[in-house]
């Protein structure tokens, strides 16, 4: 099989899965159906035909408006879909046709997912986060990385850790200091990633997210949806943890 067809195939399936990921990200916060009713317009509530209903392409034949009341189509349909394209094309492409590479772009779909919902509605459905808990562990008993046992113990150790800091936040803060959805997120990325590199994620969004939102939380009073940073954190150790374990240990603790 050709790496051009390869690549289209992966591309197809990840537009494809785009396209339920804008279903999931609309409808798990309230509560709905997933497949009922079928998808409508927002704003005269017709019922949307298969072809307008082609990801990336149809918004673009549309030009991002109805067909029938012209009311605008977000541009977040488009471009959840391109981007889950991207990570399915980016999954192959950096760890091959493997086992490895399925489970890092099932891995990067659900973190796309948390993010947008999070930033949009300040909410981690269970369904990304437990959900994607089931799978991680499932896709550990398939070859490669980490191992059934170091996913189990990546996943209770993210939990425990992100559960006792959600605690002693709220004894001292005397407010609430972690959403859960957080807590059950981390799960889910401790086993997809292991131990370590669970813990690396958290010390990455953590940091992410205080030198990107800590000036403008700290400015408007707003909340922190640390779901998008602790996901964007597991993206970034997914690639290079490897890397950055590497130099940490070379150049900190000089081994």
């Known amino acids: ?12 399936i990840g537009l494809s899965f ?3 990921l804008n279903v999931c990200i609309l409808r798990l916060p309230k509560s709905e159906s997933l497949f009922k009713p079928r998808s409508r317009c927002m704003s005269c509530g017709r019922q949307i035909t298969w072809y307008e ?9 549309l030009r991002g408006r109805c067909m029938t009341c012209k009311a605008p189509i ?3 349909y488009p471009l959840v879909e391109l981007a ?28 796309l997912g948390i993010a947008v919902t999070d930033a949009r509605e300040y909410i981690i459905p269970d369904e990304f986060s437990l959900g994607g808990l089931v799978l991680g ?4 008993l398939a070859p490669g990385s980490p191992s059934p046992l170091m996913s189990f113990i990546g996943a209770a150790l993210s939990f425990a850790l992100m559960y006792g800091v959600a605690v002693v936040g709220e004894w001292a803060f005397k407010k609430p200091a972690l959403g859960g959805g957080d807590i059950k997120m981390m799960a889910m990325v401790g086993a997809f990633l292991g131990p ?7 010390f990455v969004g953590s940091f992410v997210g205080a030198v990107i939102f800590g000036p403008i939380g700290l400015k408007t009073g707003k909340l922190v949806p640390f779901g998008v940073f602790l996901a964007l954190g597991a993206a970034i150790v997914l690639v290079w943890g490897d890397a950055m374990v590497g130099w940490y240990a070379t150049n900190i603790l000089g081994l």
């Open 1 to 12: 099989m050709s790496e051009p067809f390869i690549v289209a195939y992966a591309a197809l």
């Open 18 to 20: 785009g396209s339920f």
């Open 53 to 61: 209903n082609v990801p990336v392409l149809s918004w673009l034949a």
């Open 74 to 76: 977000s541009v977040q």
């Open 84 to 111: 889950t394209g991207a990570i399915w094309v980016g999954a192959y492409l950096y760890f091959g046709l493997s086992w490895q590479g399925l489970s890092a772009a099932v891995f990067c779909t659900l973190l």
């Open 137 to 140: 562990l499932a896709l550990s």
């Open 196 to 202: 370590l590199y669970a813990l690396l994620t958290i």
